[in-house]
């Protein structure tokens, strides 16, 4: 009796143990924890009293399709955000006096030329952005650089989408990869293909990368609530791991630029009254945007040396399918534009900005280069956007840029 109990202790506390271990696993809480615990210790988050300029981007996977609807369900889907996104959010301002703004991943290999073009007339009206967004697998990689050149010349030329570059008039896109499977990441080899993917969106004109964090997916990096420069190594996958946190040294050649979104274990918000819940960043359906959900993002500490008072806040959603619209275009955010109106109202060291991919890099950019300036002052700090097919066919060269931007 007595040797049954010895043993059952250490027997039950490594089944437990292994238990723990696989549900970890199976979340890819084992590849981000450690990095997440490093982080807790030396803490992160607003100091009290101190000033917060929230820089909220909402970066949206967006996919009519999804699902394999019909055309007609996608096109709905498209006409859905295009009629009720300014109907809802028109009143809202933030600090600088701007409406609520959406950046739309549309994905490649999904383009449909009628739902692009709705989309931009949207982002014409100031409500949002284009980006690009790319679901492949077993690709090659010379196909993927074609592909993605001819996508950007698409965009620009045919919409009018995508930013330029003030300094030399190239166009330039954000980016985000299917399946979180960046870099050809995916453990099982799958959603990619491509080793030396950072290279080519680099190559191509991309500007940063917004896919993490991915979180519980398995292409999740043990680099988080980070902006950082990932140099490519162009015979492994998932160069992206780890990399020069920006601001830490100068930006390295050959290095993409990686925008992550908050990752961490929220103790405010607990599961049973008992375990902390994930906090990703994600909006969904059964995680619509909440002022609760706030102060967690900020403790991310996803900042810039530099500019101890701006709060990166990058959220992702796939804003398409009905079931996520339902709070994306629905009573919930409606009250969560209210509240950050609110807690701004009522907190003069709280100041809200809402912001788009590029937006969120040129300020990015600017803390780096020592921008001691508003928010507002630099949101088209290196790229603008315009609809360049209205202005004389003349996005920014060299000579002109400054002048036009
Ligand atoms: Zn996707
Ligand atoms: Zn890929």
């Given at each position: 009796m007595n040797l049954f109990l010895l043993l059952g202790g250490p027997i039950g506390l490594v089944l437990?143990?292994?238990?723990?271990?696989?549900?970890?696993?199976?979340?890819?809480?084992?590849?981000?924890?450690?990095?997440?615990?490093?982080?807790?210790?030396?803490?992160?988050?607003?100091?009290?009293?101190?000033s917060v300029h929230l820089l909220l981007?909402?970066?949206?996977?967006?996919?009519?399709?999804?699902?394999?609807?019909?055309?007609?369900?996608?096109?709905?889907?498209?006409?859905?955000?295009?009629?009720?996104?300014?109907?809802?959010?028109?009143?809202?301002?933030?600090?600088?006096?701007?409406?609520?703004?959406?950046?739309?991943?549309?994905?490649?290999?999904?383009?449909?030329g009628s739902e692009v073009e709705a989309l931009a007339t949207l982002c014409h009206q100031g409500y949002g952005e284009v980006e690009v967004h790319l679901h492949h697998d077993d690709e090659d990689a010379e196909g993927l650089r074609a592909r993605l050149a001819a996508y950007k010349e698409l965009l620009a030329a045919r919409h009018g989408l995508l930013a330029r570059d003030r300094d030399t008039?190239?166009?330039?896109?954000?980016?985000?990869?299917?399946?979180?499977?960046?870099?050809?990441?995916?453990?099982?080899?799958?959603?990619?293909?491509?080793?030396?993917?950072?290279?080519?969106?680099?190559?191509?004109?991309?500007?940063?990368?917004?896919t993490m964090p991915a979180a519980p997916d398995p292409p999740q990096t043990r680099t988080i609530n980070s902006i950082y420069y990932a140099i490519d190594d162009p015979v492994s996958p998932k160069s992206h791991d780890r990399g020069i946190a920006v601001g830490a040294a100068p930006a390295p050649e050959r290095s993409l630029l990686m925008i992550q979104g908050p990752l961490l274990l929220d103790w405010r918000r607990r599961k049973w009254g008992l375990f902390p819940r994930v906090e990703n960043g994600c909006l969904q359906g059964n995680q619509p945007a909440h002022i609760d959900r706030l102060p967690a993002w900020l403790k991310a500490g996803v900042q810039v040396p530099g500019r101890p008072d701006w709060f990166f806040v990058k959220l992702h959603t796939h804003g398409a399918p009905e079931c996520n619209q339902r709070v994306l275009l629905g009573e919930a955010m409606v009250r969560f534009h209210r509240s950050l109106a609110d807690l701004s109202r009522r907190d003069s060291k709280f100041h809200f900005h809402y912001v788009t991919a590029r937006e969120m890099c040129n300020l990015v950019r600017a803390a780096e280069a020592g921008w001691q300036g508003d928010v507002a002052g630099a949101r088209d700090y290196q790229l603008v956007w315009k609809d360049w097919r209205h202005l004389c066919g003349t996005p920014p060269r060299r000579d002109n840029a400054k002048s036009l931007a």
């Open positions: 437990l143990g292994s238990y723990a271990w696989r549900a970890l696993r199976a979340r890819a809480m084992d590849l981000w924890l450690p990095s997440y615990l490093c982080q807790a210790l030396r803490g992160r988050g607003p100091k009290p009293g101190q981007c909402i970066a949206d996977h967006f996919e009519p399709g999804h699902g394999s609807v019909s055309h007609d369900v996608a096109a709905g889907r498209v006409r859905a955000w295009i009629e009720s996104y300014p109907k809802l959010f028109e009143a809202f301002r933030d600090s600088d006096g701007r409406p609520p703004r959406h950046t739309f991943f549309y994905p490649l290999e999904m383009y449909e008039g190239d166009i330039r896109y954000g980016f985000i990869h299917g399946n979180w499977a960046l870099d050809n990441s995916h453990p099982d080899g799958r959603h990619c293909g491509v080793d030396n993917e950072l290279d080519i969106l680099r190559e191509t004109g991309c500007y940063a990368d917004f």
